[in-house]
T-cell receptor
């Protein structure tokens, strides 16, 4: 079955550590996205990538980094510069631009990151 | 800047009590409006796409409608299993950019 796999489901980070969240898709989608979800704040865009080897900052990119070396993979690194990283992180993908057809996202199941 | 406002923030219904969730939006040319359902601790699941005013779509007890300024998600005779957070998102005509802008969601609780 095609879909998006995020791992791990739960992640604990010590102060000052960098951690990497994995996101893999087998939908052959061009575009991939990372969102952060906090209670009462909805989904906020961290980074997105429309094509391999290219990505753009979203609304809250500070303290995060990404890479897009393969079409299937879009890992997110939460660096020690991110002061409040405890949140639920969601990865999504879409076919990207496709003419006049509105294209929605397929989401992964999320990673809950907690600072300890 | 595209904006999506959902109301109310939370809604508590008795089983069988029909109601509507509102999504108001401002966008520079609407390409599509999306509704998602999200259960606690899980990723959002796609419900509907609407892309022109007057369009309606139905799925079981849910019906989504669209005007030029807002969308409604009508829930008819809800059941406890309909309890979830419902997210609305818009996609604009903006070149090659397929980004969605999300509202904060509406948390629905249906009591048996």
């Amino acid at each position: 079955d095609g879909g998006i796999t995020q791992s791990p489901k739960y992640l604990f980070r010590k102060e000052g550590q960098n951690v990497t969240l994995s996101c893999e898709q087998n939908l052959n989608h061009d575009a991939m996205y990372w969102y952060r979800q906090d209670p009462g704040q909805g989904l906020r865009l961290i980074y997105y990538s429309q094509i391999v080897n290219d990505f753009q900052k979203g609304d809250i990119a500070e303290g995060y980094s990404v890479s897009r070396e393969k079409k299937e993979s879009f890992p997110l690194t939460v660096t020690s510069a991110q002061k409040n990283p405890t949140a639920f992180y969601l990865c999504a993908s879409s076919p990207g631009t496709a003419g006049f057809v509105p294209i929605g996202y397929t989401f992964g199941s999320g990673t809950r990151l907690t600072v300890v | 800047e595209d904006q999506v406002t959902q109301s109310p923030e939370a809604l508590r219904l008795q089983e069988g009590e029909s109601s509507s969730l509102n999504c108001s939006y401002t966008v520079s040319g609407l390409r599509g409006l999306f509704w998602y359902r999200q259960d606690p601790g899980k990723g959002p699941e796609f419900l509907f796409t609407l892309y022109s005013a007057g369009e309606e779509k139905e799925k079981e007890r849910l019906k989504a409608t669209l005007t030029k300024k807002e969308s409604f998600l009508h829930i008819t005779a809800p059941k406890p299993e309909d309890s979830a957070t419902y997210l609305c998102a818009v996609q604009a005509w903006s070149g090659a950019n397929s980004k969605l802008t999300f509202g904060k969601g509406i948390t629905l609780s249906v009591r048996p």
